[in-house]
């Protein structure tokens, strides 16, 4: 019914660059916020960057300045900007996205990808 499909991820050195997207389609009404999540393996999945349908960010601490949320809104994308990685950055990234799907407006759901891999080497 609804897809979120994340592309983006692989391996890169130390202070270099990766740019992650996300892109849903399917039965969708209207998509109000989109986020970015990463997780490690013995860790919980953990809130990256989210982005509001109004543009509003918000980050979590240790990406502040490296990393930035945008979204497309025409394409049903977000993407996510991500430069000077470090070590600590390495983990798969999920992006979800709460909607209302065609049929059940006013009702939201929420969505997940299946997730791109992101290493960084020292």
């Known amino acids: 019914q609804v897809q979120l499909v994340e592309s983006g991820g692989g391996l890169v050195q130390a202070g270099g660059s990766l740019r992650l997207s996300c892109v849903a389609s399917?039965?969708?009404?209207?998509?109000?916020?989109m986020a970015w999540y990463h997780e490690t393996p013995g860790k919980q999945r953990e809130l990256v960057a989210a982005?509001?349908?109004?543009?509003?960010?918000s980050y979590l601490d240790s990406v502040k300045g490296r990393f930035t949320i945008s979204r497309d809104n025409a394409k049903n994308t977000v993407y996510l900007q991500m430069n000077s990685l470090k070590p600590e950055d390495s983990a798969v990234y999920y992006c979800?996205?709460?909607?209302?799907?065609?049929?059940?407006?006013?009702?939201?759901?929420?969505?997940w990808g299946q997730g791109t891999q992101v290493t960084v080497s020292s």
């Open positions: 399917g039965s969708i009404f209207i998509i109000n916020s």
């Open positions: 982005i509001t349908s109004g543009g509003r960010t």
């Open positions: 979800n996205s709460d909607l209302e799907v065609v049929g059940r407006e006013g009702y939201q759901f929420r969505y």
